[in-house]
């Protein structure tokens, strides 16, 4: 995936649970810095992380795993994403950014990610020219929005255009909110790339056995989990992985070389979870619904009491 000069893996490497999740746990940690090691050499360079995951280790764990690697900066695509539940100000994101390239020994950022949520609870304007500075400094190169409603993407592309690299949305096959409310479409046509979290569910979306997933993995010969890989990247955009099982790793990137027929993929967009709804949404601070970043943890618990009401 060639995008804005970057030459991008068509699978991301996604850092929730490096290191711990919330806070620190080093139990895993020569498994999971040996397992992003295996992602860089076979070539994955995208990288979403936030130096809030497990206090800071996520990102020890990724530099230790970058220098073992000895994989080259300029072949990276680093996206550092702060949270603004993390940040009482536009200081601490600032402090946070700084603790990030201090820990990664960065002189830049390839984007720096920020929620809807930090143009919601600071000021507007004061975010947009902390933004800016940052990019005429050239300690970031281009900006990302995450979580966001349509309204205000467009009124953030209206800021930065040609500056903006990516919106990072919640997107599956169960959970396709983020497509039917416009935010993915409006990306598409303007030049903003769309990567995905939570693409295959922390693989809970292949253990309820939809009938259409099962017939197409048996169709292809592949798991689920490939034919949920394969399709969202036959849409251009870019899924977020986090695997720290060799194994899990070999079958993602081997769900590149699928073929899926122009009849199946069309098959999967139109597919819609019958007879669910979507919760209310909490896009902010409305404390009315389910923040939106939780649709996909959701969705098992959501579903099961409406199919049995």
Same mark, same amino acid.
């Given at each position: 995936?060639?995008?804005?000069?970057?030459?991008?893996?068509?699978?991301?490497?996604?850092?929730?649970?490096?290191?711990?999740?919330?806070?620190?746990?080093?139990?895993?940690?020569?498994?999971?810095? =040996?397992?992003?090691?295996?992602?860089?050499?076979?070539?994955?360079?995208?990288?979403?992380?936030?130096?809030?995951?497990?206090?800071?280790?996520?990102?020890?764990?990724?530099?230790?795993?970058?220098? &073992?690697? #000895?994989?080259? $900066?300029?072949?990276?695509?680093?996206?550092?994403?702060?949270?603004?539940?993390?940040?009482?100000?536009?200081?601490?994101? &600032?402090?946070? #950014?700084?603790?990030?390239? =201090?820990?990664?020994?960065?002189?830049?950022?390839?984007?720096?990610?920020?929620?809807?949520?930090?143009?919601?609870?600071?000021?507007?304007?004061?975010?947009?020219?902390?933004?800016?500075?940052?990019?005429?400094?050239?300690?970031?190169?281009?900006?990302?929005?995450? !979580?966001?409603?349509?309204?205000?993407?467009?009124?953030?592309?209206?800021?930065?255009? #040609?500056?903006?690299?990516?919106?990072?949305?919640?997107?599956?096959?169960?959970?396709?909110? !983020?497509?039917?409310?416009?935010?993915?479409?409006?990306?598409?046509?303007?030049?903003?790339?769309?990567?995905?979290?939570?693409?295959? $569910?922390?693989?809970?979306?292949?253990? $309820? !056995?939809?009938?259409?997933?099962?017939?197409?993995?048996?169709?292809?010969?592949?798991? %689920?989990? %490939?034919?949920?890989?394969?399709?969202?990247?036959?849409?251009?955009?870019?899924?977020?992985?986090?695997?720290?099982?060799? &194994?899990?790793?070999?079958?993602?990137?081997?769900?590149?070389?699928?073929?899926?027929?122009?009849? =199946?993929?069309?098959?999967?967009?139109?597919? $819609?979870?019958?007879?669910?709804?979507?919760?209310?949404? =909490?896009?902010?601070?409305?404390?009315?619904?389910?923040?939106?970043?939780?649709?996909?943890?959701?969705?098992?618990?959501?579903?099961?009491?409406?199919?049995?009401?």
């Amino acid at each position: 995936m060639n995008y804005k000069g970057y030459n991008l893996f068509p699978i991301g490497i996604g850092t929730w649970g490096i290191g711990g999740f919330a806070s620190k746990d080093t139990t895993n940690d020569n498994k999971q810095i =040996d397992a992003l090691i295996y992602l860089l050499e076979h070539g994955l360079n995208y990288i979403s992380i936030c130096h809030w995951y497990a206090k800071g280790h996520a990102t020890e764990n990724l530099a230790k795993a970058i220098t &073992e690697s #000895r994989t080259k $900066r300029k072949t990276l695509f680093i996206n550092q994403s702060i949270y603004s539940h993390n940040n009482k100000s536009v200081e601490d994101i &600032e402090s946070e #950014r700084k603790k990030f390239f =201090d820990t990664l020994k960065l002189d830049y950022v390839d984007s720096l990610q920020l929620d809807f949520g930090v143009f919601q609870k600071y000021n507007y304007f004061e975010v947009i020219d902390y933004l800016k500075n940052l990019l005429s400094n050239k300690l970031i190169k281009y900006v990302n929005i995450t !979580n966001t409603n349509l309204e205000f993407l467009k009124k953030f592309y209206e800021e930065f255009s #040609r500056d903006i690299f990516a919106c990072e949305s919640g997107f599956n096959f169960e959970i396709r909110e !983020n497509y039917d409310n416009g935010v993915l479409p409006f990306c598409t046509s303007h030049d903003v790339l769309n990567v995905i979290y939570q693409p295959i $569910r922390r693989n809970r979306t292949a253990k $309820r !056995n939809w009938k259409l997933l099962v017939e197409l993995a048996t169709k292809y010969g592949v798991t %689920q989990n %490939q034919i949920i890989l394969k399709w969202i990247i036959s849409n251009g955009y870019l899924p977020l992985v986090k695997s720290e099982n060799i &194994e899990h790793i070999n079958e993602n990137i081997k769900a590149l070389d699928i073929e899926l027929e122009e009849k =199946d993929v069309k098959k999967l967009n139109e597919f $819609r979870v019958a007879n669910y709804k979507q919760p209310k949404i =909490d896009w902010g601070y409305d404390k009315e619904g389910i923040p939106i970043y939780m649709l996909s943890n959701v969705f098992d618990e959501e579903y099961d009491r409406q199919v049995k009401n």
